[in-house]
């Protein structure tokens, strides 16, 4: 009987920068990837990709599909892209005897209520925080809470509605912003009961990180730390730059790792991948979140494994593909060279036109790519509204300082071309 290529299923909202990373990570080490995607049923694979069409707002549709596809052609493991597929992934391995995420956890961990439920329950350190409804009048709440305080929503990623509130004016703008934010056509269509909610916590002053780890069977792996060496103090709170390794003590890595493990325990994560976002201060480690996938975007090339046996480095999507599918990661460590990646923030809403300085910001000594991802003629919108950016540069070698360094030279040599958009006058 002929050997069969072990098949990984990969759960993604569309094809991107990073569904091709994993193919690619995948077509490396022999695995067949198969995809299911948030589409329409009724098109015959307008990608061309043999996806299993899903819609990730109807859960039970979706995992049906999934285990009748698996029936038909059997898969050896599940990944996922963004934080919309976590529970029917999550689901499935269930269904389908796998270990991975508990679907319970899975969408605690996609919940910013929850999540904190879950937190405070086992004792770890939160903020105070509320939750109210969407249409509750931010005027009669603004004379109730203390400041400074962070209005978000329960179910956006990327820092999308984020806004700090430090008396009650700013408060009454935050609420009535975030509420045409979570109005708006694009988030109405995630089908998402949390998005009528909205979360209201203390503001936790400190530095931030991103810790990208691996659960394995409970058992936490740290890959990676990131230190974000902006300040993120409002009144938005867009990422830039992460960098690692961070420039810290050993002692506070390991009370990050320490709290990002007891975070996941709190939540009920089991197997898979985890991302983590964390803040330290005066008052302590603060775990954000632990969501349920690994790092977004383009965001993982700034990341780069080296194992016993292999010819040169490999991809965080090749350390993944291995364990979604059963095999061996424990010799696979991050090199020890420096890395950072900056997501090109929007500097002002517009039409897009274009970037000049492309290839003098690549120029620039310790620079390995400068990917704009934007189209010509897209409209752009900033956070905390937006939920994109410009493109991605990725620095690598020497020291974090020096990395950090060359990200803030190659992105000072970007000059972005923006056009107003002109009002439509009836």
């Known amino acids: 009987m002929p050997h069969r290529a072990p098949r990984l299923l990969l759960l993604a909202t569309t094809t991107g920068y990073q569904t091709r990373a994993f193919g690619e990570a995948a077509g490396r080490q022999g695995v067949a990837l198969a995809f299911g995607t948030d589409r329409c049923d009724r098109l015959d694979d307008p990608w061309r990709d043999a996806a299993v069409p899903i819609r990730f707002h109807r859960e039970d549709e979706a995992v049906a599909a999934l285990v009748d596809a698996a029936a038909r052609e059997p898969i050896d493991g599940i990944l996922v892209v963004g934080d919309r597929p976590v529970v029917i992934a999550a689901r499935l391995a269930a269904a389908l005897g796998w270990p991975g995420h508990p679907p319970a956890a899975a969408a605690v961990s996609r919940d910013k209520r929850l999540t904190r439920e879950a937190l405070a329950g086992a004792g770890l350190p939160v903020p105070w ?90 058992r936490l792996r740290v890959l990676a730390i990131f230190e974000k060496p902006d300040p993120l103090d409002g009144p938005f709170f867009e990422e830039t730059i992460y960098v690692t390794p961070p420039r810290v003590m050993a002692a506070v890595t390991d009370a990050i790792e320490s ?138 070698g020497g020291t974090t300082a020096a990395v950090e360094a060359r990200l803030r030279e190659a992105h000072g040599r970007l000059r972005v071309r923006i056009d107003p958009v002109l009002p439509v006058v009836r």
Not at 202 to 207: L, R, S, Y
Not at 341 to 353: S, T
């Open 259 to 396: 709290a990002v493990a007891a975070a996941a325990r709190a939540i009920g994560l089991y197997h898979g991948p985890i991302h983590a976002e964390c803040r330290v201060g005066a008052g302590g480690i603060f775990v954000l979140e632990v969501a349920a996938r690994p790092i977004g975007g383009l965001c993982a090339r700034a990341l780069r494994f080296e194992a016993p046996g292999l010819s040169g480095p490999c991809s965080l999507e090749d350390l993944l593909v291995r364990h979604a599918i059963g095999q061996p990661t424990d010799g696979w460590r991050r090199e020890a060279a420096a890395a950072g990646v900056m997501m090109i923030p929007i500097p002002r809403a517009g039409l897009y036109r274009g970037v000049d300085g492309a290839d003098e910001a690549a120029a620039v000594d310790g620079i390995e790519a400068v990917v704009l991802s934007a189209r010509p003629d897209q409209s752009l919108v900033p956070l905390p509204e937006g939920a994109s950016y410009l493109g991605f540069i990725f620095a690598r």
């Open 129 to 218: 925080f509320r939750t109210v409804p969407l249409d509750t009048d931010p005027v009669s709440l603004a004379g109730t809470v203390p400041y400074p305080c962070v209005v978000k929503p329960l179910a956006l990623s990327g820092s999308r509605g984020v806004i700090r509130a430090d008396d009650p004016a700013t408060f009454e703008q935050a609420f009535e912003r975030l509420g045409r934010l979570l109005r708006s056509t694009d988030v109405r269509a995630l089908h998402d009961p949390a998005l009528d909610f909205v979360q209201i916590e203390g503001f936790i002053p400190g530095q931030e990180y991103a810790v990208e780890a691996l659960l394995d069977r409970g």
